[in-house]
Each structure stands twice: as structure tokens, then as C-alpha cells.
């Protein structure tokens, strides 16, 4: 079956530290999403992808770094210069371009600073 | 910009009552509106949508009416049942300059269903 699949479910991270969350999806989607989720907040967009090798800060880039060398994954770093890291991260697709779709999000991952 | 407000919970009801959960949205243009629901501990889930005005999205008894008039989308069900708890996002998708699209989600509702 065609999905979403963030790795790992749990993370730890020391002060200080650099850590890379991985989502990866094989429904053949063009655009990928990074999203944080936070108690009371909602979720707030971080970095999307329309396409490989490209793409764009949203709306809470401080902090984190992207790469999109292929069109399956789309990987998160939580830089040292991110200061609340600890927050629920989900990664989400959809089929590009302009039209009405929805997204497909991964089940995410929970990091946290220890 | 783009917004979505909803409701805050969390919303307590017994198992059969009627649930109805508020969104408006502030947008330019005419965005696609959507509902998502999340279980505990899992990622978000489509639960229904509407791409134009007077569209009413449905799906497992969950109904949700776009209405340009009053930018609502408001999520209702006639009877909810204990496994229905979970918590619930109302989102607009807007285009982006240049192509492509993003999703500006709500809060979220805590819906509590109890015996």
C-alpha cells in the first residue's frame, strides 16, 4: 500500500545537538511538507518541496534545513540554532500543482531535548 | 493572510448527541476548505472536503457545508460514537505565488465522546 513513512517515532536530542528526521513517501507525489505541532498551536508550516532539488521556506524555517534530492524523501534537520526543538513533526504530501487535493501525512515523530 | 479559526475545546458529549464543531476562515480567493482528525499519538487523517462554494463534503457520517457567505465550514455528525474521539482540524488550501499550494490549519477540537 501507498503512504507516508516517518522515522523514527521517537527521538532524543542533547543540547546542542544537530538531528535528521526522515519521511518518506511512494505515492508518487511532486509536493512534500514539514509541519510542527505544538499543544494549543495548531500545526505551523516549516519547509515545503513543489519538486526535486527545490524548495521553500514556510512560515517557522529558523532553525531547520531541508534537502530534496529525490522525489520519495524529503528530509528534516533540527540544527543546534532551533531554541525549542521538542515538538511533534509530520511530514505530509500531496499531488501537485493547484488543484483541490488533500494532503497524506506520515504519523510523525516526537522529538524531544533531553 | 490566510486563517482559519475554530472553536476550542475540548467538547464533552454522550454517546448519540449531536456534534457540531465551528470553522471560519479568512482568505483571498477561493480556497479549498478541508477536515482532518487526528488519534492520539498518530498523524492527521482526511475526513472530508469541499473545493467550491455551497459543496458539502461528507464522509462517515461527518458533514461539512463550504459557505462562502458566512466563510464557514462547520463539521457536524447526527450521532457520535465513543471511537469518534479524537481531535479535529479544519484547513484551507490557498495557491501560492508561482504555483503549488499550502494548508493554514486550525487550532484543533478535542472531541471527548463518553457512554
Known amino acids: 500500500d501507498g503512504g507516508i513513512t516517518q522515522s523514527p517515532k521517537y527521538l532524543f536530542r542533547k543540547e546542542g545537538q544537530n538531528v535528521t528526521l526522515s519521511c518518506e513517501q511512494n505515492l508518487n507525489h511532486d509536493a512534500m511538507y514539514w509541519y510542527r505541532q505544538d499543544p494549543g498551536q495548531g500545526l505551523r508550516l516549516i519547509y515545503y518541496?513543489?519538486?526535486?532539488?527545490?524548495?521553500q521556506k514556510g512560515d517557522i524555517a529558523e532553525g531547520y534545513s531541508v534537502s530534496r534530492e529525490k522525489k520519495e524523501s524529503f528530509p528534516l534537520t533540527v540544527t543546534s540554532a532551533q531554541k525549542n526543538p521538542t515538538a511533534f513533526y509530520l511530514c505530509?504530501?500531496?499531488?501537485?500543482?493547484?488543484?483541490?487535493?488533500?494532503?497524506?501525512f506520515g504519523s510523525g515523530t516526537r522529538l524531544t531535548v533531553v | 493572510g490566510n486563517s482559519v479559526t475554530q472553536m476550542e475545546g475540548p467538547v464533552t458529549l454522550s454517546e448519540e448527541a449531536f456534534l457540531t464543531i465551528n470553522c471560519t476562515y479568512t482568505?483571498?480567493?477561493?480556497?479549498?476548505l478541508f477536515w482532518y482528525v487526528q488519534y492520539p499519538g498518530e498523524g492527521l487523517q482526511l475526513l472530508l472536503k469541499a473545493t467550491k462554494a455551497d459543496d458539502k463534503g461528507s464522509n462517515k457520517g461527518f458533514e461539512a457545508t463550504y459557505r462562502k457567505e458566512t466563510t464557514s465550514f462547520h463539521l457536524e455528525k447526527g450521532s457520535v460514537q465513543v471511537s469518534d474521539s479524537a481531535v479535529y482540524f479544519c484547513a484551507l488550501r490557498a495557491i501560492l505565488t508561482g504555483g503549488g499550494n499550502k494548508l493554514t490549519f486550525g487550532t484543533g477540537t478535542q472531541l471527548k465522546v463518553e457512554l
Open positions: 518541496s513543489q519538486i526535486v532539488n527545490d524548495f
Open positions: 505530509a504530501s500531496s499531488i501537485g500543482g493547484t488543484g483541490g487535493y488533500g494532503y497524506t
Open positions: 482568505a483571498t480567493g477561493y480556497p479549498s
